[in-house]
């Protein structure tokens, strides 16, 4: 055999294999899975540093089937318009009508096929029901998007048995079951291959019968819709120590679907987390007796839990947290924007202030840029996709990203959105941003250690190819496998070092761009970032080997970069999907100035933290040969993007399109509509008071104005009206100071802590 191995095989390669395999960290096999889930796709053409835009610009614009439409315009809009999330919180669950119509409309069906009595829907449709649904009660949307997603109803379409989807699917679909899944436990969060859940292959009575099944303890906490569970989807650990089903006596993870009324289920308690009203809480179990059809896709399938549960991450990501952060982003960019124009201080609306505008900028164009990708990568799972990497980009994101949306929109409503009331739309919502940061993978884990480090290895071409040839067993075979990635590994490496220097020094004018006219320069600015990022990406990656899975912080700022470089492609693609109107430029142009600013910031962080100097010198010069030329949004285009959002416009609609609107006055949001409608008529008049006679300041004397032929009676009454209304969504809520101290949403101290 080693006849067959050329010079290079024999002399060059195998020692730098030797090497590899020495500097390779090691990889657990949960960790392999992990790896190996889902599929990539644009990520894959972003790390090879030459991103096909004609592959990006020919996807199908996401849409609707017009059944879709109508559920969102008939069922949704009634829902939405059924929840008041301060009555809600109050009330601490959603009122009984809302659970009968919930279940009723079949919410907690939607992902379920109709054949099997669900609504079928695409991802694309889930994703805007649950958008919608959180602009209005983010209670109501946790409720209605936790049996849609990494949970039993999906995990049984994907790898149940027949019978188990026969009896348990129709079930769930007209939410004649509630569903829930128990993965984390006090000991394992984060790390959730860690559950020392554990069940123990045995024989035992079940209905009569002596079977073959497992005796399961666990304890487990934070899970959502246990306290109302029908049905447990439960993962722990299985054993089999007398060799019942195999040799093996650690068998691995499994997932099992165990009905709450099983003797020696423990649920029911709550736990109370961020205000919030829906359901969550702990179980347990000690020794419970379940067969082993109980295990999802049967009997088969012990032991793949993991596989199973990464599988299904890959694309349920991308679906329930991205839909709550964009409708979170677009609900403060209506509302805050309203409320800049509606309130006034020193004499003017406050967003007129430049220091109001920066914030408003921000808000407005991370909801035009979270609604781009959301769209695009809810429509990639229809397309077969499930990006793993690209679904933990846009959990980080759109959930870090109303976060500051929220702190944003708070900020402009000053006292207004912090005292707590039926009038406040906003604090609910604020509230909640700590429960989306944390769950489907806390935030700081998923860009300290997956964005970058999952995606360096599923979408890097060559670095897959040699790992997976470093565990051939053929020694020959390997070699000549690893041989062949590595040297094109070297040649993609090489390309795009001379090519990022090459674009950076030109300052792009070469890069590749679509003919596109106001964004081409946008698309040569992205394509250059993309190649100085996979030549950076490549010589890092090499220098540190093995010890770039500890540096946390290289990792998190290259996985920033990567995901600037996604979102930025999203934000093209959706321009162009829109019919590039030229009124939504602005929301364009600001997020390329910010996402090229922030991939240089994090380049130049990267480049400064970087052990080996001689390479981050080099690097250096590559990716900044002219200096870091790029800049921040300047304020001006920052006012640009803030007037957006202060005046109504079919821009406006459009960036808002998606989330609840009503424009009743009895309700708190709107009342909001009314008051920014008044708030326009009201400016417009004013100006036409003041232009009649520069420097008039009694702008109070309307009856004075009209004698004099100024403004009409009709105009009188409309600033009146107007003024009234403003008025009123000015204000703030009062409370009896009994109301408050027997608040029906404080719970009583847990015995166990009082003691
Ligand atoms: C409201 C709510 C609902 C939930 N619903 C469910 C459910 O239905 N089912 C279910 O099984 N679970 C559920 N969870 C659990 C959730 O998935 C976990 O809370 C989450 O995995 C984090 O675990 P932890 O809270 O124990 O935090 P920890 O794992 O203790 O993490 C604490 C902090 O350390 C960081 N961290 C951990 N490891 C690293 C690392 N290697 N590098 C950098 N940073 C790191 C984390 O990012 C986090 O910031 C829910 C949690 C909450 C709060």
């Given at each position: 055999?080693?006849?067959s191995?050329?010079?290079?095989?024999?002399?060059?390669?195998?020692?730098?294999?030797?090497?590899?395999?020495?500097?390779?960290?090691?990889?657990?096999?949960?960790?392999?899975?992990?790896?190996?889930?889902?599929t990539?796709?644009?990520d894959?053409?972003?790390?090879s540093?030459k991103?096909?835009?004609?592959?990006?610009?020919?996807?199908?614009?996401?849409q609707?089937?017009?059944d879709?439409?109508?559920?969102?315009?008939?069922?949704?809009?009634?829902?939405?318009?059924?929840?008041?999330?301060?009555?809600?919180?109050?009330?601490?669950d959603?009122p009984?009508?809302?659970?009968?119509?919930?279940?009723?409309?079949?919410?907690?069906?939607?992902?379920?096929?109709?054949a099997?009595?669900?609504l079928?829907?695409?991802?694309?449709m889930?994703?805007?029901?649950?958008?919608?649904?959180?602009?209005r009660?983010?209670?109501a949307?946790?409720?209605?998007?936790?049996?849609?997603?990494?949970?039993?109803?999906e995990?049984?379409?994907?790898?149940?048995?027949?019978?188990q989807?026969?009896y348990?699917?129709p079930?769930?679909?007209?939410?004649?079951?509630i569903?829930?899944?128990?993965?984390?436990?006090p000991?394992?969060?984060?790390?959730?291959?860690?559950?020392?859940?554990?069940?123990?292959?045995?024989?035992?009575?079940f209905?009569?019968?002596?079977?073959?099944?497992?005796?399961?303890?666990?304890?487990?906490?934070?899970?959502?819709?246990?306290?109302v569970?029908?049905?447990?989807?439960?993962?722990f650990?299985?054993?089999?120590?007398?060799?019942?089903?195999?040799?093996?006596d650690?068998?691995?993870?499994?997932?099992?679907?165990v009905?709450?009324?099983t003797?020696?289920?423990?649920?029911?308690?709550?736990?109370?987390?961020?205000?919030?009203?829906?359901?969550?809480?702990?179980?347990?179990?000690?020794d419970?007796f379940?067969?082993?059809?109980?295990?999802?896709?049967?009997?088969?399938r012990?032991?793949?839990?993991?596989?199973?549960?990464?599988d299904?991450?890959?694309?349920?990501?991308?679906?329930?947290?991205?839909?709550?952060?964009?409708?979170?982003?677009?609900?403060?960019?209506?509302?805050?924007?309203?409320?800049?124009?509606?309130?006034?201080?020193?004499?003017?609306?406050?967003?007129?202030?430049?220091?109001?505008?920066?914030?408003?900028?921000?808000?407005?164009?991370y909801?035009?840029?979270?609604?781009?990708?959301r769209?695009?990568?809810?429509a990639s799972?229809?397309?077969g996709?499930?990006?793993?990497?690209?679904s933990?980009?846009?959990k980080?994101?759109?959930?870090?990203?109303?976060?500051?949306a929220?702190?944003?929109a708070?900020?402009?409503?000053?006292?207004?959105?912090?005292?707590?009331?039926p009038r406040?739309?906003l604090?609910?919502?604020?509230?909640?941003?700590?429960?989306?940061?944390?769950?489907?993978?806390?935030?700081?884990?998923?860009?300290?250690?997956i964005?970058?480090?999952?995606?360096?290895?599923?979408?890097?071409?060559?670095?897959?190819?040699?790992?997976?040839?470093?565990?051939?067993?053929?020694?020959d075979?390997?070699?000549?496998?690893?041989?062949?990635?590595l040297?094109?590994?070297?040649?993609?490496?090489?390309?795009n070092?001379?090519?990022?220097?090459?674009?950076?020094?030109?300052?792009?004018?070469?890069?590749?761009?679509?003919?596109?006219?106001?964004?081409?320069?946008?698309?040569?600015?992205?394509h250059?970032?993309?190649v100085?990022?996979?030549?950076?990406?490549?010589?890092?990656m090499?220098?540190?080997?093995?010890?770039?899975?500890?540096?946390?912080?290289?990792?998190?700022?290259?996985g920033?970069?990567?995901?600037?470089?996604?979102?930025?492609s999203?934000?093209?693609?959706?321009?162009e999907?829109?019919?590039?109107?030229?009124?939504?430029l602005?929301?364009?142009?600001?997020?390329?100035?910010?996402?090229?600013?922030?991939?240089?910031?994090?380049?130049?962080?990267?480049?400064k933290?970087?052990?080996?100097?001689?390479?981050?010198?080099?690097?250096?010069?590559?990716?900044?040969?002219?200096?870091?030329?790029r800049?921040?949004?300047?304020?001006?285009?920052?006012?640009?993007?803030a007037?957006?959002?202060?005046?109504p416009?079919?821009?406006?609609?459009?960036?808002?399109?998606?989330?609840?609107?009503?424009?009743g006055?009895?309700?708190?949001?709107?009342?909001?509509?009314?008051?920014f409608?008044?708030a326009?008529?009201?400016?417009r008049?004013?100006e036409?008071?003041?232009?009649?006679?520069?420097?008039r300041?009694?702008?109070?004397?309307?009856?004075?104005?009209?004698?004099e032929?100024?403004i009409?009676?009709?105009?009188?009454?409309?600033?009146?009206?107007a003024?009234?209304i403003?008025?009123e969504?000015?204000?703030?809520?009062?409370f009896?100071?009994?109301?408050?101290?027997?608040?029906?949403?404080?719970?009583?101290?847990?015995?166990?802590?009082?003691?």
């Amino acid at each position: 055999m080693t006849a067959s191995l050329t010079w290079r095989q024999r002399h060059l390669t195998r020692p730098i294999l030797n090497w590899y395999r020495k500097v390779l960290p090691p990889i657990s096999a949960t960790e392999r899975d992990a790896i190996a889930a889902g599929t990539v796709w644009w990520d894959a053409d972003l790390f090879s540093g030459k991103p096909d835009w004609a592959k990006l610009r020919g996807y199908p614009k996401p849409q609707l089937t017009a059944d879709e439409q109508a559920f969102l315009d008939g069922p949704v809009q009634t829902l939405c318009g059924m929840l008041d999330d301060w009555d809600i919180r109050r009330l601490g669950d959603l009122p009984e009508p809302v659970w009968s119509y919930i279940r009723e409309q079949g919410f907690m069906g939607m992902i379920i096929p109709k054949a099997h009595g669900g609504l079928g829907f695409s991802a694309l449709m889930h994703s805007q029901v649950v958008m919608k649904v959180a602009s209005r009660s983010p209670a109501a949307a946790v409720t209605v998007m936790v049996p849609n997603s990494l949970g039993p109803a999906e995990l049984l379409m994907r790898y149940g048995t027949d019978e188990q989807r026969g009896y348990y699917l129709p079930r769930l679909a007209k939410g004649q079951e509630i569903p829930c899944f128990a993965l984390t436990a006090p000991e394992a969060g984060s790390d959730a291959a860690s559950i020392p859940d554990r069940g123990v292959v045995c024989y035992g009575e079940f209905k009569g019968s002596r079977v073959l099944g497992m005796k399961v303890t666990w304890n487990k906490r934070y899970i959502t819709l246990a306290p109302v569970a029908t049905i447990l989807g439960l993962a722990f650990r299985l054993y089999d120590p007398e060799h019942l089903l195999s040799e093996k006596d650690d068998i691995g993870i499994t997932l099992a679907l165990v009905p709450t009324n099983t003797p020696g289920v423990e649920i029911g308690r709550r736990h109370f987390p961020a205000g919030q009203a829906f359901q969550n809480g702990p179980t347990q179990g000690r020794d419970v007796f379940i067969p082993m059809d109980y295990i999802i896709g049967g009997q088969d399938r012990v032991g793949q839990g993991w596989r199973m549960l990464m599988d299904c991450l890959a694309a349920g990501r991308a679906i329930s947290l991205p839909a709550l952060g964009t409708g979170a982003a677009m609900f403060c960019a209506r509302f805050a924007g309203a409320y800049a124009r509606i309130r006034r201080q020193f004499g003017l609306a406050i967003g007129r202030f430049e220091g109001i505008e920066t914030p408003l900028a921000r808000i407005g164009g991370y909801a035009y840029g979270l609604e781009a990708a959301r769209r695009l990568t809810a429509a990639s799972l229809d397309h077969g996709e499930q990006p793993s990497v690209l679904s933990a980009i846009l959990k980080y994101h759109a959930t870090e990203r109303m976060r500051t949306a929220l702190n944003d929109a708070l900020d402009i409503h000053g006292g207004r959105a912090i005292c707590d009331g039926p009038r406040n739309y906003l604090f609910g919502t604020y509230m909640s941003v700590p429960v989306a940061i944390t769950v489907e993978g806390a935030n700081i884990l998923t860009r300290s250690l997956i964005i970058f480090g999952q995606g360096a290895i599923r979408c890097h071409p060559y670095l897959l190819k040699e790992m997976e040839a470093t565990n051939l067993p053929d020694p020959d075979e390997a070699l000549k496998a690893f041989d062949k990635a590595l040297f094109a590994h070297v040649y993609s490496a090489t390309s795009n070092v001379l090519r990022a220097f090459w674009h950076n020094l030109t300052f792009g004018v070469f890069a590749s761009s679509p003919n596109v006219g106001a964004i081409a320069p946008m698309y040569r600015g992205l394509h250059v970032a993309a190649v100085t990022f996979g030549a950076v990406a490549d010589l890092v990656m090499a220098t540190l080997g093995g010890e770039m899975k500890r540096r946390e912080n290289l990792s998190a700022r290259l996985g920033d970069v990567l995901s600037e470089l996604y979102l930025m492609s999203c934000v093209l693609k959706r321009f162009e999907d829109d019919g590039m109107p030229k009124e939504d430029l602005a929301f364009v142009e600001w997020n390329h100035r910010s996402a090229l600013y922030t991939i240089q910031t994090r380049l130049d962080e990267v480049l400064k933290n970087l052990p080996m100097r001689p390479v981050a010198w080099l690097l250096r010069l590559i990716a900044f040969p002219l200096g870091r030329h790029r800049r921040p949004p300047s304020d001006v285009l920052s006012r640009d993007v803030a007037r957006l959002l202060l005046s109504p416009s079919a821009t406006r609609d459009r960036l808002t399109t998606g989330i609840y609107l009503n424009r009743g006055a009895n309700d708190a949001t709107g009342r909001m509509e009314l008051a920014f409608e008044a708030a326009v008529e009201r400016d417009r008049l004013e100006e036409k008071i003041r232009a009649s006679k520069p420097g008039r300041k009694a702008l109070a004397d309307l009856p004075a104005l009209v004698k004099e032929g100024i403004i009409t009676e009709a105009e009188a009454a409309a600033l009146t009206d107007a003024n009234a209304i403003v008025r009123e969504v000015i204000d703030v809520d009062d409370f009896a100071p009994e109301e408050l101290t027997q608040r029906a949403a404080s719970p009583h101290r847990p015995a166990a802590a009082a003691e």
